[in-house]
């Protein structure tokens, strides 16, 4: 009998502890990363999450604990949850105690501010590591509804599909599917424009704009975000796949969803520093709008709706003044 594959979560957020229960569902031994020791304990004697998944009952083949060497030793895949504007950091600290060959797994969906770098780039610049020991999960993943076993499918991206296969093996479980793709680029930029198309949203949704207003958004933000691939080598598919569309679509309709949240609190005259106050979680989309609106510069691609987005988020813009400059934008065929 082949032993179970070893798998390390650092990052007990809601995401990293969901996607920890499908690993352990699919027959992995998980061992948690937490930097709190309350949270652990609650982990491993309680068997919950009480900070990010309460009530949730967590499987018997998944612990915690708060040392990251014990937590990587050995693991075939590593995974990483942590907020991206702290990867970096973090990564740092744990790249000399990862296991040798371990598979960097990414769950973030961000661009790092300054070096307008994705996650999987990030890793292999800390890590030092090749493309093929870097792998993204991705897609409509709603930690809450993966926690509660509801069906859902994603995107497992890497540049070797081997790598691809072997962790979609190990992540597929009766509730969970997830599809495989080497568009690594345009799964990032999906996962991570989708946050800032969700903050616009939820500012829409805020003032009170209608479905006509949310559809129209959905679409367009669609559309800048292939602009933005395209510019970067990824394949077009890819955004009317689970990494583009799909993640959109749940990100900008769900109330689970943090960035669409946090939109609607802006949208309804809440100013940053309140609605961040009632936010318990990280809301990627407010700190990635400014990497992402760099990255678009970088690569002289025009993207008004995360421009606008930044203005509201970060410029002091008020809602009614920025959809007057964007909806007053000169006229244009659709497919530019």
């Not at 424009?193 to 949203?201: D, E, Q, R, Y």
């Amino acid at each position: 009998m082949s032993k179970p594959v070893k798998v390390a979560v650092f990052g007990t957020g809601s995401w990293g502890t969901a996607f920890g229960m499908v690993l352990a569902d699919a027959g992995c031994e998980v061992t948690l990363w937490a930097r709190r020791a309350g949270l652990v304990e609650a982990v491993n004697s309680t068997r919950t999450n009480p900070d990010y998944l309460p009530g949730v009952e967590l499987p018997g083949n998944l612990r915690a604990t708060t040392d990251p060497a014990e937590a990587a030793r050995d693991a075939d895949f590593t995974i990483l949850a942590v907020p991206s504007q702290t990867l970096r950091e973090n990564l740092a600290e744990w790249t000399p105690l990862l296991a040798p060959g371990t598979i960097l797994v990414s769950l973030m969906k961000g661009v790092e501010l300054g070096s307008a770098m994705r996650m999987s780039e990030v890793i292999e610049d800390v890590a030092k590591v090749g493309p093929e020991r870097v792998a993204v999960i991705t897609g409509p993943n709603l930690a809450r509804e993966i926690a509660a076993r509801m069906p859902a499918a994603a995107v497992v991206a890497a540049t070797d599909e081997d790598v691809a296969r072997r962790l979609q093996a190990v992540c597929h479980t009766p509730y969970f599917r997830p599809y495989t793709n080497t568009d690594v680029v345009g799964c990032e930029l999906g996962g991570a424009v989708k946050n800032v198309i969700g903050l616009a949203v939820g500012i829409a949704d805020g003032m009170g704009l209608g479905d006509n207003a949310k559809g129209s958004l959905i679409t367009r933000g669609l559309a800048e975000t292939t602009r933005l691939g395209l510019a970067m080598g990824a394949d077009p598919l890819t955004f009317s796949g689970l990494a583009g569309l799909g993640d959109l679509v749940a990100t900008c309709s769900s109330p689970l969803s943090r960035n669409h949240t946090f939109g609607t609190n802006l949208g309804k005259g809440m100013t940053l520093e309140e609605t961040i106050a009632v936010t318990r979680q990280t809301a990627e989309g407010v700190k990635s709008c400014e990497s992402v609106l760099d990255l678009a510069r970088r690569h002289g691609v025009d993207m008004p709706i995360t421009r606008t987005v930044v203005g509201i988020v970060h410029e002091g813009t008020s809602p009614v003044a920025a959809l007057k400059e964007l909806m007053s934008r000169s006229a244009k065929p659709e497919r530019r």
